[in-house]
């Protein structure tokens, strides 16, 4: 009911990063992603042997992550939005974290294009829905 965003001592120590991650992190909690993602994974506990629920859950993982940077752009400068990103990914100590989606490689080349591509960050504002 009362979302809370966990921040690392050394992005909080980076003024700059932290109000990027944190505007990625609250526009998943203004967006009400986390009811997606948690059908997401019951959807998966249910249909863990379909290859289908699999691509689907990691689909609706990757668009809501999209629709977030696009929220965080809208109030930071793309360029920077994206250094952070590369900043955040190279980061050894958040690969051990489970719930760094935010610096996770998977898909990082596609969101950094997305987040600078004017035209992408048009059309990619929408919800995971």
């Known amino acids: ?10 992005t909080v120590a980076r003024d700059e990063q932290a109000e990027a991650v944190l505007g990625h992190e609250m526009a ?6 986390w009811l997606a993602l948690l059908l997401g994974r019951v959807m998966l506990a249910v249909f863990w042997f379909n ?25 930071l400068d793309p360029a920077f939005y994206a250094e952070t990103l590369l900043t955040q990914a190279m980061r050894p100590q958040m690969l ?3 719930a760094t989606t935010l610096a996770g490689a998977s898909g990082m080349g596609r969101r950094i294009h997305e987040v600078l591509d004017e035209r992408l960050r048009a059309r990619r504002a929408g919800y995971v829905w």
Not at 1 to 10: A, T
Not at 51 to 71: F, G, H, I, K, S
Request: net charge positive; proline share 7%.
């Open 51 to 75: 290859p289908l629920a699999w691509l689907l859950n990691r689909r609706m993982l990757a668009e809501a992550e999209a629709a977030a940077d696009m929220q965080a752009v809208r109030r």
């Open 96 to 98: 051990a974290l489970p």
């Open 28 to 33: 998943h909690v203004a967006r009400g992603d």
């Open 1 to 10: 009911r009362r979302p809370v965003i966990l921040l690392d001592r050394q």
